[in-house]
């Protein structure tokens, strides 16, 4: 091998060790960016010497129109200069190509390895700290949260990383002992947050890979659930109950009243990227549960409805985008799950989508930034893992 080719394999080997190990260090704390930056400037260089556009799958299409709405809207918000601030997490997208040149072949598999590898880690961190707490009121004042900043974040991540892992054990014909080992403290961590939302999106999203994989194991869902109904601590099935109770739930409902109102004096471009803690007060309905005279961080920072907020805050135009990214990506992973060569890859990126999809009727998943670079890693990698490297 030339001195050449050592160079420019060292480099392709520094980039995804960079981009791997950055995706699966989000999970404990939003500086792995830091790496995913290193890794986007050795990318950079890789490109250049390909000589080559970057290639990307064709939901990379609308997200980068639903940047450009977004942008706009930013720029027309009452406080364009605090709105746009907001607008350096579409860096993010970079992801996408990245991952496409980084992680082909069979390196996208090994980054699902390691996503998961650092997942457990993680969430046995978040069960000594539910272990930790000393009683009920105590865990929901102050929820496992791992080493991220909140409960809700960890929660989405854990999500995403149940994805992968039970797309692995169902989709592979080998190595299922990993993930299977992998399961029981991703569970355990996903119930001690208390976070209903991501309940919600794991088991429809759960649901959808067994039906994908054999429709008839599909009837063991209910009974995963009343097992784990019956074996859990009665906190935990006190919460899941308060899905179904009115009165543990009518702030959501406030925050839906309060959206649909914005939307309709906003209906183009919304009130601006990160503009909604602002003028949530304008709008705010008399059964809210937050303190009328509350102002500032006291506030709705979001609506906890992914299509709500994106009507509310980017306007009608970027949720159409959004759909068609929506649309585009879910289509083109269940493709690549019956035909594709890695359908455990592909399986994971759509359980990804489901899940997300799911918990964001409750919770504005996609706006969080360590979900969502978790969240385009895992519906990249499929598409990476078909494109074939030089032997």
């Known amino acids: 091998m030339s001195t050449a080719e050592t160079s420019a394999s060292r480099l392709e080997l520094a980039a995804f060790g960079c981009f791997a190990v950055g995706v699966a260090l989000i999970q404990f704390n939003i500086r792995a960016e830091i790496l995913l930056g290193i890794g986007g400037i050795l990318w950079g260089v890789l490109a250049w010497r390909d000589g080559t556009r970057p290639v990307a799958p064709a939901f990379f299409t609308p997200l980068l129109v639903l940047a450009a709405v977004t942008?706009?809207?930013?720029?027309?918000?009452?406080?364009?200069?605090?709105?746009?601030?907001?607008?350096?997490?579409?860096?993010?997208?970079?992801?996408?190509?990245?991952?496409?040149?980084?992680?082909?072949?069979?390196?996208?598999?090994?980054?699902?390895?390691?996503?998961?590898?650092?997942g457990s880690a993680a969430a046995i961190y978040?069960?000594?700290?539910?272990?930790?707490?000393?009683?009920?009121?105590?865990?929901?004042?102050?929820?496992?949260?791992?080493?991220?900043?909140?409960?809700?974040?960890?929660?989405g991540v854990l999500m995403l990383v149940i994805c992968a892992a039970v797309a692995r054990l169902l989709f592979r014909d080998r190595e299922w002992i990993w993930p299977t080992v992998a399961l029981p403290a991703l569970f355990v961590a996903l119930a001690a947050t208390q976070s209903r939302n991501v309940w919600v999106?794991?088991?429809?999203?759960?649901?959808?890979?067994?039906?994908?994989?054999?429709?008839?194991?599909?009837?063991a869902l209910?009974?995963?659930?009343?097992?784990?109904?019956?074996?859990?601590?009665?906190?935990?099935?006190?919460?899941a109950l308060s899905m179904f109770d009115p009165a543990q739930n009518r702030d959501r409902v406030a925050m839906l009243k309060a959206g649909v109102a914005i939307v309709k004096d906003h209906p183009l471009f919304g009130v601006?990227?990160?503009?909604?803690?602002?003028?949530?007060?304008?709008?705010?309905?008399?059964?809210?549960?937050?303190?009328?005279?509350?102002?500032?961080?006291?506030?709705?920072?979001?609506?906890?409805?992914?299509?709500?907020?994106?009507?509310?805050?980017r306007?009608?135009?970027?949720?159409?985008?959004w759909l068609w990214f929506v649309v585009v990506v879910a289509r083109d992973l269940w493709r690549l799950i019956k035909s594709g060569s890695t359908p455990a890859v592909a399986a994971a990126g759509f359980a990804a989508v489901i899940a997300m999809l799911a918990a964001?009727?409750?919770?504005?998943?996609?706006?969080?930034?360590?979900?969502?670079?978790?969240?385009?890693?895992?519906?990249?990698?499929?598409?990476?893992a078909e494109v074939r490297t030089r032997a």
């Not at 539910?130 to 900043?149: I, K």
């Not at 209910?222 to 919460?239: E, K, M, N, Q």
């Not at 306007?315 to 985008?321: C, E, K, M, R, S």
Request: hydrophobic residues 50%.
């Open 222 to 239: 209910p009974l995963l659930i009343v097992v784990a109904g019956a074996i859990a601590p009665a906190s935990v099935r006190d919460r």
């Open 315 to 321: 306007g009608l135009p970027a949720l159409a985008v």
């Open 126 to 155: 978040g069960v000594i700290q539910y272990v930790a707490s000393t009683s009920y009121e105590d865990l929901l004042r102050n929820r496992p949260h791992g080493s991220l900043n909140h409960y809700m974040t960890y929660s």
């Open 272 to 313: 601006g990227m990160n503009m909604i803690p602002k003028v949530y007060l304008q709008y705010r309905t008399s059964d809210a549960v937050d303190s009328a005279e509350a102002t500032g961080p006291e506030t709705r920072s979001h609506l906890h409805n992914v299509p709500m907020q994106l009507a509310a805050e």
């Open 360 to 384: 964001g009727m409750f919770e504005h998943n996609f706006g969080d930034s360590e979900f969502l670079v978790l969240f385009l890693a895992l519906i990249t990698l499929p598409f990476a």
């Open 201 to 219: 999106g794991t088991a429809v999203a759960i649901g959808a890979l067994l039906s994908i994989r054999r429709r008839v194991l599909l009837l």
């Open 71 to 118: 942008a706009v809207g930013a720029l027309l918000s009452a406080d364009p200069l605090y709105s746009a601030a907001r607008l350096k997490q579409f860096l993010l997208f970079l992801i996408v190509p990245m991952a496409m040149r980084v992680a082909r072949g069979a390196r996208a598999s090994q980054v699902i390895d390691v996503i998961i590898a650092l």
